[in-house]
């Protein structure tokens, strides 16, 4: 008996220890969604999304002859997910005022989602009853996508066509080269700014 005395008391001891680390682990953990700009929102959710598997493009206007997107994404099915970024309430409310409400005229977009940054949740009354809600928040240095609202399925959307899907990987594709141009040019103006700085691989490979 005594020898199992002692079992217990070293077996409480173990857990204690592990409940204290696991305690200390929750309070070191960094959440926060203040400060999330919509460059960050896009990255979090094209991560989300998986863009590996399906075609994201940012910023989609009336050149793929739809509203303008703050995210559209094609699935290899070839169905449409329009995703509405806000950061602020300010910039939900403003949403209203949109004429396009957000419906193609093609009815081409399956499903409509809003995602905001976690503490402007909840956002029920500012948006569409069809709408889905993500909220998103960096933890630890991180992005993390929770869906808060499921968005209706539209029993009617079709697919996109192999044309109109070409037409919207070009339009991805173009920004990738207005981006590069942009960042040789202000690596240049870093250069000129600032001469004793180290000189990075990409003026190397200029």
């Known amino acids: 008996m005594p020898h199992g005395k002692k079992l217990m008391k070293v077996r409480h001891i173990t857990i204690s220890r592990t409940l204290g680390e696991k305690m200390a682990i929750v309070r070191n953990v960094s959440r926060t969604s203040k400060g999330l700009k919509t460059i960050d929102m896009e990255i979090a959710l094209s991560e989300y999304f998986n863009a590996r598997q399906n075609l994201i493009v940012p910023n989609v206007e009336w050149g793929a002859f739809i509203h303008e997107c703050d995210l559209l994404i094609i699935t290899k099915a ?20 949109k004429r396009h409400g957000h419906v193609d005229r093609r009815d081409r977009i399956k ?18 009853a069809r709408a889905g809600i993500i909220s998103v928040t960096r933890i630890n240095g991180r992005y993390s996508c ?3 609202r499921r968005a209706q399925v539209s029993p009617t959307a079709c697919k996109w066509s192999d044309p109109e899907r070409y037409n919207v990987a070009r339009l ?35």
């Not at 806000?86 to 209203?96: G, P």
């Not at 499903?111 to 569409?128: G, K, N, R, S, T």
């Not at 207005?178 to 001469?195: D, G, Q, Y």
């Open 172 to 206: 991805g594709s173009m920004r990738i080269w207005t981006l590069k141009k942009r960042i040789v040019r202000l690596s240049k103006e870093m250069a000129i700014s600032s001469p004793n700085r180290p000189i990075t691989p990409l003026e190397t490979a200029q």
């Open 78 to 97: 070839g169905y449409a997910y329009e995703i509405e970024i806000k950061v602020s309430r300010a910039d939900l409310k403003k949403d209203r005022g």
């Open 111 to 128: 499903q409509l989602y809003f995602a905001v940054p976690e503490h402007l949740l909840p956002i029920d009354e500012h948006i569409p």
């Open 146 to 148: 929770v869906s808060k």
